[in-house]
Structures are given as structure tokens and as C-alpha cells.
């Protein structure tokens, strides 16, 4: 199919929903989805879900809540902890059923509560090509994914996204701050706290793709081409960054040369 008989098929899959909850994060697929949601169901047919939560950075909620605003789509905020999720923290391969399972529990409670008919969140087809434990949650709670009912790839939705001058058509793609730990490795309060604050730091400093992953005393720390060059050639930021790290509570830090690539703790299993 051409990129607009998918966008077509997505209008069907959604106009045959009658009434939706979005799962939405403010990242690339549920914005994109939220934004096709409205333009076929109307604003009265339509809602935003986010659940706020320790693994999620703030400056991605408040984003969310500008993205659902300038849309015109009533967004439901309700507060949520991972941590607290039995089986989460330990943190095995299974960690995103958990979280998924939680968040789409809360997502059938609240679309009861509205009256809307169908609960949505933004996979795509590309993630059939990585470990995606929380696509069992989504089946068992009968959640559907119309992106991926409709075939769309996450360059699809890039495209798509900038066709319809949504903001986050480049923006990189967006995973919680558990994502950043291997495996069998105990998430807590302030592990999460110390990505997040190297993290944030990359961002102030204008970079729009990395990640800071945690292994113990050691940051490893995934950014694009342009990013790793930016780093190696400028000694002040390098040492700046090294700062940071440190006091976030680091005591090594080191570039990944394989650069940014997501989904990198799963190429262990």
C-alpha cells in the first residue's frame, strides 16, 4: 500500500471505533494517532490518557498536556507508580507487561467511566521487530493499535506526522527511564532520579537524540553521529557532562561508539 491508502485505512479503522481512549505519552505514534483520532471522530469522541509516574520524565508530560491543548482533545491525568507494581522493580524481561497491564487496566476503568468504546495505544509495525512484552497486556485487556492494524511504519508516522505539521514528526522516539537499565538490574526511585538528571542535562544543551544508560557506577551513553562528534570535539562540554554524570552519582563515563540505536538492553535476549 502507498502511504496514503494506509493513512485511509487508518481513518476507517478508527471511524469503525466509534468513540476512543488514546494511550498517550506526547511521543511521535500517540500524537499522530491522537491527532487522526480527532480529525475523524470530533473532539466529543476523543480523549487523552497519560499517567504520570517516577519513569516518566516531566518535561514529556508537560509536552503532552501543550500537545492535547493545542489539539483541542481533553487529556485524563491520573498518577501511577511503577515501582509499587509487583514484579516491576526486579526488573526482568517482562518488566513492560507489568507497566503495560497497570496502565491499560486503568485506561478500561476510565473509558468505562466516559462512555467511549475503545481503548488505543500508538504501537506500530516496527515493533513486531523487537521485544515487546507489553503487546500481551495490550491483547489480554483487548486494547487495539489501529497504526498497526493499518500497516504503518514509524517512518510512515514521521511523514504523515510532518504532512500534518505536527511538532513531533523528528522528535526521537520516546521510552520510559526504565528502558535504561539491564536487565535483573533492581529499578528505584533514585537510579531513575540519577538518568534523569544526566539526561535533562543533554537535552538543555540541544541534543535531540540519546540516551544515558545505567550499569551500576557506570553511565554509558548512546547520542547520534552529529552528537558523538559534538562531544569528542568540544573538551569543555566533554568535561562538563563528565561533571554531571559524577554528580548525579556515576563514577565512570563512557560514549557507546555504536551511537543511539533503541531498544539496546534487549540485545542481550
Known amino acids: 500500500m502507498t502511504l496514503d491508502d ?73 498518577d501511577s507508580n511503577e515501582l509499587k507494581i509487583p514484579g516491576f522493580s526486579e526488573n526482568t524481561p517482562l518488566r513492560c507487561y507489568h507497566c503495560k497491564k497497570e496502565l491499560f487496566t486503568l485506561c478500561r476503568r476510565h473509558a468505562d467511566a466516559l462512555g467511549l468504546e475503545t481503548i488505543a495505544d500508538g504501537s506500530n509495525l516496527d515493533d513486531l521487530q523487537d521485544h515487546r512484552p507489553g503487546r500481551r497486556a495490550a491483547q489480554e485487556l483487548q486494547v487495539r493499535s489501529p497504526l498497526l492494524e493499518a500497516g504503518l511504519t514509524k517512518d510512515d508516522i514521521r511523514a504523515l506526522s510532518r504532512r500534518l505539521n ?7 522516539a520516546l521510552a520510559c527511564l526504565s ?46 553521529s552529529a552528537g558523538l562528534t559534538a562531544v569528542l570535539e568540544n573538551p569543555d562540554l566533554r568535561q562538563e557532562l563528565v561533571q554531571v554524570c559524577k554528580q548525579a552519582g556515576f563514577t565512570y563515563v563512557t560514549l557507546d561508539l555504536q551511537g543511539y540505536r533503541t531498544g539496546s538492553m534487549n540485545e542481550v535476549l
Open 179 to 224: 528502558s535504561r537499565f539491564p536487565y535483573g538490574t533492581e529499578i528505584t526511585a533514585d537510579r531513575l532520579e540519577q538518568v534523569a538528571r544526566c539526561e535533562n542535562f543533554l537535552k538543555d544543551k540541544g541534543f535531540d537524540t540519546y540516551r544515558v544508560r545505567y550499569h551500576g557506577d557506570l553511565a554509558r551513553i548512546e547520542l547520534s
Open 6 to 78: 494506509k493513512y485511509m485505512r487508518l481513518q476507517e479503522i478508527l471511524r469503525n471505533c466509534g468513540s476512543i481512549l488514546v494511550s498517550f505519552s506526547g511521543g511521535v505514534d500517540s500524537t499522530f494517532l491522537l491527532r487522526v483520532a480527532r480529525e475523524v471522530l470530533g473532539t466529543d469522541q476523543v480523549a487523552a490518557f497519560t499517567a504520570t509516574s517516577p519513569t516518566y520524565p516531566l518535561h514529556e508530560f508537560e509536552q503532552s498536556r501543550e500537545l492535547a491543548r493545542q489539539m483541542g482533545v481533553r487529556q485524563i491525568v491520573v
Open 166 to 172: 505536527l511538532p513531533t514528526w523528528d522528535k526521537q
